[in-house]
């Protein structure tokens, strides 16, 4: 029998964490690549650093919605409707955060009202405050002499606008159905929101996985593979080596063509 052949390779453009748009998303993607690159350490640095943001802001709004749930779980938004305080003359719950009758005692967590209201202010608060920073740092951060906004390619930056927009709007629908005591079509379009929120982080997330291209990030032990990003004509492209082997011919796969 006739050897079977090797496995084909997986997609060149895998290799770099490219989105997977479609042809113009992936060229875009790889021209920041080209620039983060040329730019030097401190652009490649700043981008992942909004990554790392990113990641951190995605992981933040799963564990908002989450605590979300709880909060509707036990009735809590029918309780302490006052924003920004949760009375009108203190900050913090009069009752205790941590109930002595509630045992174990991270049962206070999701089932003690004040504390689980408590949790998600502070969570909801802080995810909207992450979502504004992480797009504030993206427009005023500078690498290279250049602002980062420009190193992000449009798919990045959509998303990042997005993330801090539906963020904002959703701690919004938040305080006005807290402090209009739950009425069900505000309710309903808060928890939908938390969805939307995710989501937009996620996309977000996503979308700067070129920082990581740039930085040669799980690329580096790949034989045979020279990361050559650059405008080639009308479109750009990538050459790699045929199995690694520098005696066979480099083939060019062309991440997108204008033509």
Same mark, same amino acid.
């Given at each position: 029998?006739?050897?079977?052949?090797?496995?084909?390779?997986?997609?060149?453009?895998?290799?770099?964490?490219?989105?997977?748009?479609?042809? $113009? &998303?992936? !060229? @875009? #993607? /790889?021209?920041?690549? =080209?620039?983060?690159?040329? +730019? %030097?350490?401190?652009?490649?640095?700043?981008?992942?650093?909004?990554?790392?943001?990113?990641?951190?802001?995605?992981?933040?709004?799963?564990?908002?919605?989450?605590?979300?749930?709880?909060?509707?779980?036990?009735?809590?938004?029918?309780?302490?409707?006052?924003?920004?305080?949760?009375?009108?003359?203190?900050?913090?719950?009069?009752?205790?955060?941590?109930?002595?009758?509630?045992?174990?005692?991270?049962?206070?967590?999701?089932?003690?009202?004040?504390?689980?209201?408590?949790?998600?202010?502070?969570?909801?608060?802080?995810? $909207? &405050?992450? !979502? @504004? #920073? /992480?797009?504030?740092? =993206?427009?005023?951060?500078? +690498? %290279?002499?250049?602002?980062?906004?420009?190193?992000?390619?449009?798919?990045?930056?959509?998303?990042?606008?997005?993330?801090?927009?539906?963020?904002?709007?959703?701690?919004?629908?938040?305080?006005?159905?807290?402090?209009?005591?739950?009425?069900?079509?505000?309710?309903?379009?808060?928890?939908?929101?938390?969805?939307?929120?995710?989501?937009?982080?996620?996309?977000?997330?996503?979308?700067?996985?070129?920082?990581?291209?740039?930085?040669?990030?799980?690329?580096?032990?790949?034989?045979?593979?020279?990361?050559?990003?650059?405008?080639?004509?009308?479109?750009? #492209?990538?050459?790699?080596?045929?199995?690694?082997?520098?005696?066979?011919?480099?083939?060019?796969?062309?991440?997108?063509?204008?033509?």
């Amino acid at each position: 029998f006739a050897p079977s052949p090797p496995p084909s390779p997986p997609p060149l453009d895998s290799y770099f964490n490219f989105p997977r748009g479609g042809p $113009a &998303a992936r !060229a @875009a #993607a /790889a021209e920041s690549v =080209a620039a983060l690159q040329k +730019a %030097g350490p401190q652009a490649i640095a700043a981008a992942r650093g909004l990554r790392f943001a990113a990641l951190g802001l995605a992981a933040a709004t799963f564990t908002t919605a989450v605590s979300g749930a709880f909060v509707a779980g036990n009735d809590a938004g029918c309780a302490y409707n006052c924003f920004p305080k949760m009375t009108e003359d203190t900050w913090l719950p009069l009752e205790p955060l941590i109930e002595p009758s509630l045992q174990p005692w991270y049962r206070n967590f999701f089932e003690n009202t004040p504390l689980v209201q408590l949790d998600h202010r502070v969570l909801a608060v802080s995810t $909207a &405050a992450g !979502a @504004a #920073a /992480a797009a504030a740092y =993206a427009r005023a951060a500078t +690498a %290279g002499g250049k602002p980062l906004w420009g190193y992000l390619p449009p798919s990045a930056r959509r998303a990042v606008a997005a993330t801090a927009v539906v963020a904002a709007a959703q701690v919004g629908l938040g305080i006005s159905t807290l402090l209009l005591y739950v009425p069900i079509g505000l309710a309903a379009a808060h928890q939908a929101g938390s969805l939307v929120v995710l989501s937009s982080s996620l996309w977000m997330l996503r979308s700067l996985r070129f920082a990581n291209a740039a930085a040669g990030v799980g690329v580096t032990n790949l034989p045979g593979l020279a990361l050559g990003a650059g405008s080639i004509g009308t479109g750009v #492209a990538i050459m790699k080596y045929g199995n690694g082997k520098p005696d066979q011919p480099a083939s060019i796969d062309m991440l997108c063509s204008e033509d």
